[in-house]
């Protein structure tokens, strides 16, 4: 079992950038893709970015060239770096974690969640 604790949240203006932090219960060296989805309020959660072990990368069409995901598996951490944040982009922020390496990295399924991280952005 993984407890996955998100970090990092808050209210910022639109334009302004926040960095989310996921940091795991134990090491994450064995866990092959981290990522995060967020849910706004009424909406479905959607994904929005993963990484693999191997550094390979994706994200969400909506979140691309903005939005920038890392991994440090020393510190058992995964980072959501966010910039030009958009009143679009509020939505809680959940961290999860999927022992597979998926095919399509949007198609992740996730074995452990965290319990997520609200992100506000004002007008």
């Known amino acids: 079992q993984v407890q996955l604790v998100e970090s990092g949240g808050g209210l910022v203006q639109a334009g302004g950038s926040l960095r989310l932090s996921c940091t795991a219960s134990r090491s994450i060296f064995r866990i092959n893709t981290m990522g995060w989805y967020r849910q706004a309020p009424g909406k479905q959660r959607e994904w929005v970015a993963a990484?693999?072990?191997?550094?390979?990368?994706d994200y969400a069409d909506s979140v691309k060239g903005r939005f920038t995901i890392s991994r440090d598996n020393a510190k058992n951490t995964v980072y959501l770096q966010m910039n030009s944040l958009k009143p679009e982009d509020t939505a809680g922020y959940y961290c999860?974690?999927?022992?597979?390496?998926?095919?399509?990295?949007?198609?992740?399924?996730?074995?452990?969640w965290g319990q997520g991280t609200q992100v506000t952005v004002s007008s």
């Open positions: 999860a974690a999927d022992r597979g390496i998926p095919l399509a990295l949007a198609a992740m399924s996730p074995d452990y």
């Open positions: 990484i693999t072990n191997g550094g390979r990368t």
